[in-house]
């Protein structure tokens, strides 16, 4: 029985596999069924005690002596679901998992054999988690340990994964008994109506994305790389751009991009002297010596499709080998354009400088849902080398 981490996966052996999860209070287990664009169909993809039944995917109760289960026969899910994901969430209105540690364990559901157990570390005020997804990779269904927690229970969860979640309307407050009325005296008109209060978005709907077209971020904002109705991005390629300040002498700043795993693990790093990484899913252009002309001065490319599915994060940093401050840098900046169209999606301009030679602009975070998110940095290092930036680009993930 393999003791999973997060981030690792196991080949399924069998078509018929169950997720019981487990922990010290009782937990509400639920599974759904998602598409290639990390999205259910309808409502009827979320399985769960009150909808316990799917194409291929049913939930399993333990009567309060045995852990829930979601129960997945890989054969039977329909053409077009590329993923089911586990998620669990304690029973008790409002209760966090600190101090709950949930195991979720992989099993044959034929025979009843553990095939793998997954405890998720270092849980706090999360209220939901998504603790396992059995994925369809290159025609081989697969378990995953996720193990990515949720602060706002299990309707955040929902709405990520696009399932409909209606919030329980006040109850309206009793009508006053009605007075007795005096027939010698003409009653008052009836008050207008109050206009309609607009209705509250949706949750997880302020989340920044590209359906408006190209955003323009601030130091710390995140956007989602997805367009509502497109399907995701899959080559990208992230251009970064610098100037001598006031006429100074050429500048030769160095960019690069790190790439992380599970738990932070430094995989490779794309930089001058390594121009391909991740078997060609990560390629530089190749040493800017001056910063002069218009333009992208190096431009890293990114096939997001085929990026391995271990890696989790990549941080593109840029670096002054020469030894020279950004405060002798003008109009930095990274950008990322859809490598297909040419389009421009996001940019990023650093405002500020310290006297460092070393800053990170920005990071690219795949979820669990297939999509990436990218964030502004800014983050201003003492390090002449991607070398030296692995270990702050890390903690920043």
């Known amino acids: ?18 997720v019981d999860v487990a922990a010290p209070v009782r937990l509400d287990v639920s599974g759904l069924l998602l598409t290639a664009d990390g999205k ?34 890989t054969s039977a899910v329909p053409a077009g679901i590329e993923k089911i994901v586990v998620t669990a969430s304690p029973d008790a209105a409002g209760q966090s998992f600190q101090g709950i540690e949930p195991t979720a364990t992989i099993r044959d559901a034929g025979t009843g054999g553990a095939l793998a157990t997954f405890t998720p570390p270092k849980l706090g005020t999360e209220t939901a988690l998504v603790i396992v997804e059995i994925y369809l990779r290159n025609g081989v269904w697969k378990a995953r340990a996720v193990g990515q927690g949720y602060a706002n229970g299990l309707a955040g969860i929902a709405t990520d994964f696009g399932v409909s979640v209606e919030e329980p309307a006040p109850a309206a407050a009793p009508a006053p008994a009605p007075a007795i009325a005096d027939p010698r005296v003409a009653a008052p008109p009836a008050p207008a109506a109050p206009p309609a209060a607009p209705a509250a978005p949706a949750p997880g709907s302020g989340k920044i994305n590209l359906d408006k077209g190209r955003v323009s971020l601030q130091k710390n904002q995140t956007v989602s790389l997805v367009k509502g109705g497109a399907p995701l991005l899959s080559r990208v390629k992230m ?152 270990k702050p680009a890390g903690k920043i993930l």
């Open 40 to 73: 259910v169909r309808s409502d009827d993809d979320f399985i769960f005690f009150n909808q316990p039944a799917g194409p291929g995917v049913t939930y399993r109760s333990g009567g309060g002596s045995a852990p829930d289960a979601i129960v997945v026969d």
């Open 239 to 390: 251009g970064l751009g610098w100037e001598p300040a006031y006429r100074g002498k050429d500048i030769d700043l160095d960019a690069s991009v790190i790439a992380f795993g599970p738990t932070r693990k430094h995989l490779d790093s794309c930089y001058f002297g390594k121009l391909s990484i991740l078997n060609g899913a990560i390629k530089h252009s190749g040493d800017n010596l001056t910063g002069e002309g218009g333009g992208d001065d190096e431009v890293i490319v990114v096939d997001l499709g085929a990026i391995p599915a271990e890696v989790s994060g990549l941080v593109f940093t840029v670096n002054s080998f020469s030894g020279q401050k950004f405060t002798e840098v003008a109009k930095a900046y990274c950008r990322l354009v859809d490598a297909a169209t040419g389009e421009e999606l996001v940019r990023f301009d650093l405002t500020t400088a310290e006297p460092q030679t070393g800053v990170m602009m920005a990071k690219l975070i795949r979820q669990f849902t297939g999509e990436w998110e990218m964030t502004a940095l800014g983050e201003f290092e003492k390090s002449r080398t991607v070398r030296g930036m692995v």
């Open 1 to 18: 029985m393999t003791a999973m981490t997060p981030g690792s996966n196991i080949p399924l052996p069998t078509a018929h596999v169950a």
